[in-house]
Each structure stands twice: as C-alpha cells, then as structure tokens.
C-alpha cells in the first residue's frame, strides 16, 4: 500500500511540477509586468479599490473579517492532491487527457518551452524509471576468441528488433570500458552469443573498473603453474 501511494504520489509530482513551474513563472512575469505598470493608474481605478467599493468597502477590522492559519494542512492537501493526480494520470482517461493538454501547450511559443523545460526537469528528478541492468553478461568482443564483461539493459524493441536479421531475439548490451565505466558501447546482441554470469550486476561493475583486480569470491584463484612452483 505504502509503495503504491509512493508511485502515485512520484507520478503525480511528474504531472503537477511541470503545471506548476509553468504557472508560477508566468504569474511572476505577469506580475512584474503589472508592478511597472499599475503606477502610472490613478490608485481608485486598480482591480482592488474598484472590487472593494464593489463590496462596500470592507475592512481587515471588521468584526464579519475571518482569519484562519492552520499551519502544515496546506502540505497534507497538497499530498492528497498529488496522489488523486498520480492515480489519474496512470490511467487511460488521465493519459489521454494529459496528451490533449501537451498538444495544446505545444502550439503556444513561450509556454511550450517553459513547458518542455519543467516536464523534463520533474521527470529527471520525480520519475521511477528502470535504470538499472538486469544481469551481467560475456560476449565475444571485438573479435572471437577474445570475451568482455557487458551488461544486460532490456530486450531490443521497435525497427532495432525488427529489422535485425535473426533466428534469436535481440539483447541491449552496455560493454563498459575500463577503468571508467560510465563511457562503453551499446551493442544489440543475439541472446545466442550471450553467455550470462552468475554474479550480481555491482560484482561485475567491481571486476570491470578494477581492470580484473577485484573478483567478486572471496577465495583467492590460484593459477595451477603456482601450485608447482618451488618456494623461494
């Protein structure tokens, strides 16, 4: 229950933070824009005098003035909000709601951009996506007879499945290079010429920037000319 109003409430921030950035950076403008302006307007015509005689003049002294603040309910309404939103936007009517809404922002020049900016600033930040490798992998590489340590992603989908030439299914594999492993290749690898590993993901990660100092066992591997050798 806990991880799914923890998903909902991600998701929600996905949807609510790129609105609201949106929203507040044009009302700061607007604002700015009003604050150079408004001076030069005689003061009994700005929006708030003519809405107050409008309403006979009422008074912050008044005894019919109510003032209410009641601090933190404006966090715990602002967290049910988001969740409702979340659930919402992860169903079909909410996806497709929000798509109609993009594609109206998208005709609008400024707003679009503010948009765009926001959308992936949240989805960076709020977003759960998988970003971790499945499995660590061997494969033959860059010629037969010579192995490196990869990375399992996911199966390859769309025009790179399809319109590779195989009897297998095609893997993702990240060949990392050493001993940096944020830089490698991106290789689309038949399952066939993928020989899985055993040992965990950070294990190989471990082999791969020790340049093969570290291996993930605890038992020393000793070489079988060692086991002859003469003591010194």
Same mark, same amino acid.
């Given at each position: ?87 919402? *936007? #992860? !169903?079909? &009517?909410?996806?497709?709601?929000? %798509? ?8 609008? @020049? ?45 199966? *390859? #989908? !769309?025009? &790179?499945?399809?319109?590779?030439? %195989? ?8 060949? @990392? ?56």
């Amino acid at each position: 229950m806990i991880s799914g109003l923890r998903n909902n409430f991600l998701a929600g921030l996905v949807v609510i933070a790129p609105i609201g950035l949106t929203a507040w950076l044009i009302w700061t403008v607007v604002g700015w824009v009003d604050g150079f302006v408004w001076p030069f307007v005689p003061g009994s015509y700005h929006p708030e005098a003519l809405i107050n005689r409008w309403f006979g003049d009422p008074s912050p002294l008044s005894p019919d003035h109510i003032t209410i603040n009641v601090r933190g309910l404006g966090v715990v309404l602002f967290f049910i909000v988001t969740i409702i939103t979340g659930w919402i *936007a #992860k !169903g079909l &009517i909410g996806r497709s709601f929000i %798509s109609w809404g993009e594609g109206l922002v998208s005709r609008m @020049p400024v707003v679009r951009s503010i948009y765009n900016g926001a959308k992936q600033l949240a989805e960076t930040v709020f977003a759960q996506t998988e970003t971790s490798f499945d499995r660590a992998c061997m494969i033959e590489y860059p010629r037969k007879g010579i192995w490196a340590v990869g990375f399992i992603s996911i199966k *390859a #989908k !769309g025009e &790179i499945a399809t319109k590779v030439e %195989s009897e297998d299914r095609i893997m993702t594999v990240f060949l @990392p290079t050493t001993p940096n492993p944020t830089s490698g290749f991106l290789l689309f690898v038949p399952e066939s010429d993928i020989t899985y590993l055993d040992m965990t993901v950070e294990d190989a990660a471990k082999l791969v920037i020790s340049a093969g100092l570290v291996y993930p066992n605890d038992k020393k591997v000793i070489p079988s000319d060692a086991k002859t050798a003469p003591k010194p």
